[in-house]
């Protein structure tokens, strides 16, 4: 073997042994992800070992690109291959550069799919926006070890090149073997052949596509069968974001009726709904608080083990809890866009909020005709462009901002929850005392990593690994120690809002409303009434619930809730007189118990759906292959029974078509 290996000439041993090396490399850092990232709930061992069959042949694949310029270039040049300086500049630029992009390329992946639980996708290049890249480069610098991390780079990339250079003198030192033409030949043929044969990568008619990794309905499996730079690739391709004014009129029947719109019109696409003021009703204050990554799962309502939420459990449980409230898409961008504009942000790549032509929108806050309009970051609202949403769209609204507070910045986030609540309040409490009613938005930022957390008043305390059981933590989700003590801090500082409410006097006349904006990344759990962590669903199903204490009786909502509901609800609950020109409706509607929808996106399996879930049915279209899919909750919902029920398959496809259609129109079309 060894002879026969010696006989074959040096330029070609060199490109088997290259190919090798970038092999094993994409090899480690699969083992890495496999070691320290993969969590999945499948057991089959089976579906495991398919998804590392598939992995390594998408990885061979990208080897074999990869080595396609020095095959061509050791092919043409042959035995001058090892004597031209300028050929060996060439080959040791190229391969320390591809070695680098490849290592950061995927440590990149593995931070998004620790931050995001996904591979990485286009969707990441948002992070790059004008106006944003300082403030994530922050976040990045304050949660994780950059520097360990960029020396850990340096050391790599050093012994990369000690060993191209080891390597490329140890095959230059070896004998010339000269080759005639037909023998040549068939050496270009043969390594051709194999080359091709490993980039196609299939045993089947069609050649290995990244859809084969989608073989389980589960996350972990088919990230793991994925390549993620293949996979970032092949989505670089989706087509920038726009409508179809066809089909927007082909299923606006189904919308408008579901809406039940003034004047229904397929021409005109007519949306809007007249809501008639209430005098009667007291102008109370509306304080809507933004949650950062509060699913429902995390929280104590919910039956999470690790109870990590007294506060707003108790508050819940005094108030009204929304027990399947769904926001339509994982992003806080999304998040603020879909709650102000009352539709929910369907792009694919960037937010609507960094899209020019869908900053312009008729809004229900702007209506809060005599209100004062507030809105309350701790940090900088040039984030996602976030400012124009308000600006663009509410008149003489408020920003409040990091630079206009007392206290000092915590991290990148801006001021401290606790910092920015505290002067809030005084902000609050002066339109009180003034008998200035108000709708105010308050977003908290401090759940998210780096998870800053602060003494509070002085007695908030972190938990550390020794004060919990590990076996009721592991049961919870959560993914660390860090995100649990976020989450407390979270509910502490609920409770601080609420202190600092009764203590400024508004709380009486005031109604809180209190959301998550998407869940967290967590571990797999079972303790939710659906398996939403298998249906993906668990990824916009978000804690929700009202508190105003002499104005709310206790309550729960199992009628499943939306975002895009939340102004409309508290305009009618207020009194003020509004027209709705998109998508949501009132939270209390007693009309729609059993037929209410909520429209919402998700990805499984790195796969993404838009979707309408009911009491009874979840109803979703795959968004690359159009395939659809009806789940029955109430008896087995991982189940697809669309050939069962082809009625109410037909019925709800019409549905949520006439959602995604008409949500697309009106980001364009719905303008002042």
């Avoid at 008619?205 to 993620?228: E, H, I, K």
């Avoid at 309009?373 to 600006?391: E, M, P």
Wanted: hydrophobic residues 40%; contains cysteine.
């Amino acid at each position: 073997m060894q002879y026969s290996w010696k006989n074959i000439p040096r330029y070609i041993r060199y490109v088997f042994v290259q190919t090798l090396y970038l092999f094993l490399l994409m090899v480690m850092f699969r083992a890495i992800f496999y070691l320290f990232f993969f969590k999945t709930t499948i057991t089959d061992h089976a579906a495991i070992v398919k998804a590392w069959n598939l992995g390594l042949r998408f990885d061979m694949r990208l080897t074999l690109y990869l080595m396609i310029p020095i095959l061509l270039l050791a092919l043409i040049t042959r035995n001058k291959f090892f004597t031209s300086k300028a050929i060996r500049n060439t080959n040791f630029i190229y391969f320390f550069l591809v070695y680098l992009l490849l290592t950061l390329l995927y440590i990149l992946d593995l931070g998004h799919y620790d931050y995001l639980g996904q591979r990485l996708d286009p969707s990441v290049l948002r992070f790059l926006a004008k106006g944003e890249r300082a403030d994530n480069a922050r976040m990045v610098w304050q949660s994780y070890p950059v520097v360990r991390g960029a020396l850990g780079i340096f050391i790599f990339m050093f012994l990369v090149y000690r060993l191209q250079k080891a390597t490329w003198k140890r095959f230059a030192a070896q004998p010339v073997i000269y080759l005639r033409n037909w023998p040549f030949t068939g050496y270009t043929i043969a390594l051709v052949l194999l080359f091709a044969a490993g980039i196609y990568a299939n045993i089947a008619y069609f050649p290995l596509r990244w859809s084969q990794a989608m073989f389980t309905r589960d996350n972990g499996v088919t990230s793991l069968g994925l390549n993620p730079i293949l996979y970032f690739a092949s989505n670089l391709s989706v087509k920038g974001d726009t409508y179809n004014l066809e089909a927007t009129k082909k299923y606006y029947p189904a919308i408008a009726s579901y809406l039940k719109v003034d004047n229904a019109n397929a021409d005109s696409l007519n949306y809007v709904r007249t809501i008639a003021g209430d005098a009667t009703k007291p102008k109370l204050n509306v304080v809507l608080v933004m949650l950062e990554s509060t699913g429902a799962a995390v929280t104590s309502m919910y039956g999470n083990p690790m109870q990590a939420t007294p506060n707003m459990k108790r508050l819940a449980d005094s108030g009204v809890l929304f027990k399947n409230f769904y926001v339509p898409a994982i992003s806080t961008a999304k998040t603020v866009f879909g709650v102000h504009t009352g539709l929910p942000d369907i792009t694919s790549v960037k937010t609507a909020s960094r899209h020019p032509k869908m900053l312009d929108q008729r809004i229900v806050m702007d209506q809060f005709k005599g209100y004062d309009k507030l809105y309350l970051l701790g940090g900088n609202t040039n984030w996602a462009n976030i400012r124009a949403v308000f600006t663009n769209n509410v008149e003489g609204i408020r920003i409040y901002e990091e630079g206009m507070y007392k206290a000092a910045k915590a991290d990148v986030w801006g001021v401290s929850d606790y910092d920015l609540i505290t002067e809030a309040s005084s902000i609050f409490k002066e339109d009180n005392d003034k008998k200035q009613p108000f709708v105010a938005f308050l977003q908290l930022a401090d759940n998210h990593p780096p998870y800053t957390t602060t003494s509070g008043a002085g007695d908030f305390k972190k938990l550390t690994e020794k004060d919990i059981d590990k076996n009721t933590f592991k049961k919870s989700g959560f993914v660390s120690i860090d995100q649990f003590n976020a989450l407390r801090y979270e509910d502490y500082n609920v409770g601080h809002l609420i202190d600092m409410a009764r203590k400024d006097g508004y709380l009486d006349n005031t109604i809180f409303m209190f959301f998550g904006d998407h869940n967290c990344v967590l571990n797999p759990y079972s303790f939710m009434p659906l398996p939403e962590y298998e249906l993906a669903t668990g990824g916009v199903h978000v804690t929700a619930f009202m508190y105003s204490p002499k104005h709310l009786a206790p309550q729960q909502i199992t009628t499943p809730g939306s975002l895009l509901d939340v102004y409309p609800t508290m305009a009618k609950m207020v009194g003020i007189p509004y027209k709705n020109y998109t998508l949501g409706v009132d939270l209390f509607d007693s009309t729609r118990v059993n037929d209410k929808y909520v429209f919402m996106l998700y990805l499984r399996n790195q796969m993404p759906y838009y979707a309408l879930l009911g009491n009874h049915y979840l109803y979703e279209i795959n968004m690359v292959n159009s395939t659809t899919a009806l789940y029955d909750l109430t008896t087995d919902p991982l189940k697809n029974i669309q050939a069962q029920q082809p009625d109410t398959a037909k019925s709800l496809d019409n549905l949520t078509r006439s959602f995604y259609e008409s949500t697309r129109y009106l980001m364009f079309n719905n303008k002042k």
